[in-house]
């Protein structure tokens, strides 16, 4: 990567972005300036002072074809060909475009986000008097150049036309690398016209703005990271809003198509196919991306035969190598292979975008299905992506560092999953889950939380009021949740330590409607309510019990301390058959009411803050 570093007078800049010698590449987001902004950068302007290095990279790059657009308030005719594209100063030169050039109007907003339109002029006398009063000088008015108060009735300031400007010393700044000497000449006070073109219209056709000027030999990933770089005021972008613009500007399919290539509508169209599932909710159209560069990179992999293949990989300076045909090759298999994936989760009682532990996780199990093909569904191999997806759960391995886990992933599960005898994936190797962890998963912000609650309703778990299955259907129909078994007010009211009230093994998924029927009673009590509403007999409720893993006894008698000593124990059972591993048992019963003093209390009202927020 090659850059120059030139200085440009305003004026030529101005000059380019009005005939579109300047545009932007069609990633760059939109023009949100606030209307004082652009009244201090004018002052600035005027002052003389220096601003910013705008970024702007050479067009003809063999390797980068953004599609271009115009800067935001310039109207181009087809077939205008751009010299460069801007990465960094679009706020900058765009507003500088419309305040300094055509009728001076600017779409801009106030400070509370009203949008507005506006010109700018600056009283002479007052801007003359002094370096330090130009800031007071220069003026922002509606675009009819009237400025009133009193709802609109009243008129402070008309500027609406040249001839009032003139008669009250205002000149238009959109005039200042325009016609303004027809503007100057028609002034009564020639002197005041000659001071302010001297000391004020002549500096300005000579102001300097730095660039920097990357040649064309630049690379898609370095724009990308260069943007990032310079864009820090900005929002951040992302790798789909830069292959937005590369698809956009692939020759070959507009050659055979006759239309660019709309990302954005593409992936628009595959959310409209996913909406009878609710958890793709969850998936990024830049997790679609690392899921297609997944798969293209190993296509790669496997057919190069030399001793050094390309890597499998998920990075992102690998997603923006992607070509639109890489896209288009894998977008339609990985489309399916996520709806399978969300019926995958369902089969696992995950049904909603709330429940999902790991989005992320979504990425790779959607790959390894195409991957796999209709094997995906045979016993076995389901039974090993089970286990996989429950170790990368329970054993909480997607939160960071994910990418060189998809690549590992997707080279390991696949083989493993049809082939027992093969080696053990990595997620599965280092998944571990022990005793004490359930003392601290008390929110939905933790995956294990969400896959231990998923991996009950699994079981068979079915509600205490009505003895339906918790399935999909029902899951809606009852407005369930995850609850306490023990309820925080008996908690409280008999002293049970924070750590084992939040906790996990204090929790499960009910109704509503049971819910309700709880509140804040005994457990011997609410089982007596839970009997004659529902009228059913004590046997059949301690059966419904179980299926929640629960020993009625325990909640009979109101025995906290015997039920959360059981429960744990058949949670850690639960949690080993889904991992295929052992549970490490580190919970000293000695020691454990005083390593509940140093439950964090504050921490848990910020996660119950967070997962309300979710």
Not at 42 to 59: D, S, Y
């Amino acid at each position: 990567m090659g850059f120059l570093t030139p200085m440009y007078e305003l004026g030529e800049y101005l000059t380019w972005t009005r005939s579109g010698g300047i545009q932007l590449p069609d990633f760059q987001r939109g023009y949100k300036w606030e209307d004082e902004r652009i009244r201090q950068l004018l002052i600035t302007v005027l002052r003389g002072h220096p601003m910013g290095a705008v970024m702007l990279l050479k067009t003809g790059n063999t390797q980068v074809r953004f599609k271009p657009r115009a800067i935001e308030g310039v109207e181009l005719l087809p077939g205008h060909e751009a010299l460069f594209l801007l990465l960094d100063g679009q706020q900058r030169l765009t507003s500088l475009t419309q305040a300094l050039s055509g009728t001076g109007h600017v779409d801009t907003k106030d400070s509370r986000g009203k949008l507005l339109e506006r010109r700018y002029l600056v009283h002479m006398e007052t801007a003359l008097s002094g370096s330090d009063r130009v800031d007071e000088a220069v003026i922002s008015v509606p675009a009819d150049g009237v400025i009133r108060t009193n709802f609109g009735k009243d008129v402070v300031l008309d500027l609406s036309d040249e001839h009032k400007q003139r008669e009250q010393g205002y000149f238009p700044l959109h005039l200042l690398y325009g016609d303004y000497m027809s503007w100057i000449l028609e002034l009564e006070d020639r002197a005041l016209g000659k001071r302010f073109h001297e000391d004020f219209i002549k500096p300005a056709a000579t102001y300097d703005i730095p660039a920097i000027v990357l040649d064309e030999r630049t690379e898609k990933a370095a724009v990308a990271t260069v943007f990032e770089k310079v864009n820090i005021g900005g929002l951040p972008l992302n790798v789909f809003e830069l292959l937005t613009a590369m698809f956009a500007g692939d020759p070959e399919h507009f050659a055979r198509t006759g239309e660019d290539f709309r990302l954005n509508d593409d992936w628009r169209e595959i959310q409209q196919s996913w909406a009878a599932q609710q958890v793709l909710t969850a998936v990024e159209n830049t997790d679609f991306l690392q899921a297609v560069t997944m798969l293209t990179t190993r296509k790669r992999h496997l057919a190069d035969t030399s001793d050094r293949p390309p890597a499998i990989s998920a990075k992102r300076e690998d997603v923006l190598k992607l070509t639109l045909n890489d896209y288009l090759e894998w977008r339609e298999p990985l489309r399916e292979a996520f709806v399978w994936a969300a019926t995958f989760l369902a089969d696992r009682h995950i049904f909603t975008k709330r429940d999902v532990p790991y989005a992320k996780q979504l990425v790779p199990l959607a790959a390894i299905k195409v991957v796999l093909g209709k094997d995906a569904d045979l016993l076995g191999v389901s039974e090993r992506l089970a286990r996989w997806y429950w170790c990368g759960v329970l054993g909480e391995l997607y939160g960071s560092a994910i990418e060189s886990r998809f690549a590992r992933d997707i080279e390991m599960v696949p083989p493993w999953a049809t082939d027992a005898q093969q080696p053990l994936p990595r997620t599965v190797a280092d998944a571990n889950f022990t005793e004490s962890r359930l003392h601290s998963l008390r929110t939905r912000n933790a995956a294990a939380y969400k896959g231990i609650a998923a991996l009950i309703l699994g079981g068979g778990a079915r509600d205490w009021m009505e003895d339906k299955a918790l399935d999909k259907v029902q899951y809606m129909d009852l407005a369930v949740d995850i609850h306490h078994v023990f309820p925080q007010k008996w908690c409280a009211d008999h002293a049970i330590d924070d750590e084992r009230r939040e906790s996990i093994v204090n929790k499960t998924t009910i109704s509503a409607r049971t819910n309700r029927t709880i509140g804040g009673a005994a457990p011997s009590e609410y089982l007596r309510s839970i009997e004659s509403r529902a009228q059913v007999d004590a046997t059949r409720l301690d059966q419904l019990l179980s299926t929640h893993l629960i020993d009625a006894s325990h909640l009979r008698s109101d025995d906290f301390d015997e039920y959360f000593v059981a429960r744990r124990e058949r949670l850690c059972l639960l949690v080993e058959t889904a991992i295929g591993k052992s549970v490490q048992r580190d919970v000293d019963e000695g020691h454990a009411e005083e390593d509940s003093a140093h439950f964090d209390e504050a921490q848990l009202a910020e996660d119950l803050i967070e997962e309300e927020a979710s």
